[in-house]
């Protein structure tokens, strides 16, 4: 039995909750993170951990991400994530989910699940028979669906801001960027970038996304393996974590990384500060690729894509912020970064300084 307290305790965790239903077969562990600022707001992810140590070492890990990321998005969230432990392929059942949902309404709000890896639109749907404490519902039912163009457009506004910094340009254009994975953010991304004028290099193990890129962006395909060494002013990570790693950093010739990844730094007390050694700019990722969760939160208050886009813009100036810090401490962006988010929480905390007396039924707080 893992030390759950003194985990719990490591990373100042709210609370946990182990979800079990024998008649769906329903293992699950909600955590929560912190709701300092409002709500958890986490996806749910399904896996078949190896170990009820490993789905709880990794629910906890992710959902302490999702605070950072609420914050340094400028939302009113907490952070949370929720793990189903299971195989995605074979062990999916409406009433998996919907028992799962339930757990989630007996939180009372305290915890608002999305899909993740491993989950999708469909899954939640059925979470959402029974809780309406879930978001990432499709357009069709009145939900955000895929936040995939807005991470991109945030990766985009991020990848300007980035470019202002090392070069004091304005403007993308004339640049040359190499992305790596054409997938659902990956494409978006191109589309914005060849718009303004930028060259492409491409590279994903899909010979169809390939062949789309080269034809429609005029992009150069590089094998998957040649991304690291191409002679690129920014290199865009679009697919897997942990890029940045011992290997492939002796390798980029870029100045610039700017892309929607996650866990792009294969270890960040070793990677990040070497990247600055070595004069790369780097943009920490959960700071530059916000724009999906702030889709899935416009949904919380009624769903406007406009909205969503307008807000993902503030991404330019958050990062100018992590850079200047990073710049005027001398430290590396990644912990510019996690400092940008700390203090945001803790100037909201002492909010709750201020005394309210009981709220009038009819204010604006009690109708969120
Ligand atoms: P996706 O699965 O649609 O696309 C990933 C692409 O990478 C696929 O085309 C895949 O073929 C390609 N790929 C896989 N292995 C590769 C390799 N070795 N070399 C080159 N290409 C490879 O995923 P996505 O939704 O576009 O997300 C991309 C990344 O951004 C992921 O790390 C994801 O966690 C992160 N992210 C996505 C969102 C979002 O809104 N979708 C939000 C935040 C973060």
Request: net charge negative; with cysteine.
């Amino acid at each position: 039995m893992p030390a759950v307290f003194e985990a719990m305790e490591k990373r100042s965790h709210e609370e946990v909750v182990f979800c079990h239903d024998e008649n769906s077969g329903l293992k699950a562990i909600i955590a929560i993170h912190d709701t300092t600022i409002g709500p958890a707001l986490g996806g749910c992810r399904m896996y078949p951990y190896s170990s009820e140590a490993d789905a709880l070492r990794d629910v906890l890990r992710l959902s302490r991400g999702m605070t950072y990321k609420a914050s340094i998005a400028n939302l009113n969230l907490g952070g949370g994530k929720a793990v189903i432990l299971g195989n995605s392929k074979t062990g999916k059942s409406e009433l998996l989910f919907r028992s799962f949902g339930r757990f989630v309404e007996g939180l009372s709000g305290r915890y608002i699940t999305a899909e993740d890896v491993g989950t999708s639109v469909k899954d939640m749907e059925w979470v959402r028979m029974e809780t309406g404490y879930v978001t990432g519902i499709s357009r069709a039912l009145g939900g955000s669906g895929d936040p995939s163009p807005v991470t991109a457009y945030g990766v985009y506004v991020g990848m300007k801001a980035a470019v202002k910094k090392a070069t004091g340009k304005d403007s993308l254009s004339g640049l040359k960027v190499a992305v790596q994975g054409l997938g659902h953010v990956g494409y978006h991304l191109c589309k914005n970038l060849a718009e303004d004028g930028v060259t492409l290099v491409v590279t994903d193990v899909d010979k169809d996304a390939l062949k789309r890129a080269s034809s429609e962006f005029n992009a150069q395909v590089v094998a998957p393996d040649e991304i690291y060494d191409t002679d690129a002013d920014v290199y865009a990570p679009c697919a897997l974590g942990a890029t940045i790693n011992d290997d492939t950093l002796n390798r980029l010739k870029c100045h610039i990384i700017a892309g929607a990844a996650n866990n792009q730094l294969e270890t960040e007390s070793a990677h990040g500060p070497r990247l600055a050694e070595k004069g790369i700019l780097y943009a920490p990722d959960y700071a530059i690729n916000g724009g999906g969760l702030i889709n899935v939160a416009n949904e919380l208050e009624g769903y406007n894509r406009d909205r969503a886009f307008k807000q993902t813009e503030g991404i330019y100036d958050t990062l100018m912020r992590i850079f200047t810090l990073a710049e005027d401490e001398n430290i590396a962006t990644y912990i510019a970064a996690n400092r940008v988010a700390e203090q945001r929480m803790e100037a909201l905390s002492r909010l709750k300084n201020i005394y309210l007396p009981r709220q009038n039924p009819m204010s604006k707080r009690d109708h969120k």
